[in-house]
């Protein structure tokens, strides 16, 4: 598909028909595709995102409780219960906490984490510069990362 195959696809509408063509080994196949419009996800994480309440300055997260709405759209995890990154923040002060959007974190130095609520109580208990463990699921595998709470 060359560019002006994208612009000729971003010009329709749903309802119309285009040809594709997929070529598989020598040979070329063409076929006929009516396009559809995806419904919108109402329900959106980005949507869930509150950058006071869901903000883990500690880590410089931004996190999501990962519950029943959380868990439909991600990948399935190996523990039920956590918080999932869903963005890095700008400080530099964490720059060196190895989270990425994505993980999602299981505990902290051996405690169960359930919410961003008990994540940040956690962190909260502990004093500054404090070195911690973090129990953390990347890609279905879960992991230990260490850390500095600031």
């Given at each position: 598909m060359c560019s002006s195959d994208?612009?000729?696809l971003y010009t329709k509408t749903p309802g119309d028909v285009v040809t594709v063509g997929v070529r598989r080994a020598a040979r070329r196949e063409t076929f006929q595709v009516r396009l559809i419009e995806m419904a919108p996800d109402d329900a959106s994480l980005s949507e869930r995102i509150d950058p006071e309440t869901n903000r883990?300055?500690?880590l410089g997260i931004l996190g999501l409780t990962?519950?029943?709405t959380?868990?439909?759209r991600l990948p399935p995890t190996r523990v039920p219960t956590g918080v999932v990154v869903a963005a890095r923040t700008a400080d530099p002060r964490t720059s060196s906490v190895p989270l990425v959007m994505g993980d999602v974190i299981h505990a902290v130095n051996g405690t169960a984490v359930h919410s961003v609520v008990g994540l940040q109580t956690v962190l909260d208990s502990l004093g500054p510069?404090?070195?911690v463990v973090l129990q953390v699921e990347r890609g279905g595998v879960l992991r230990y990362l260490s850390a500095t709470v600031r």
């Open positions: 994208l612009f000729t883990v300055p500690q990962l519950d029943d959380t868990r439909d510069d404090e070195p």
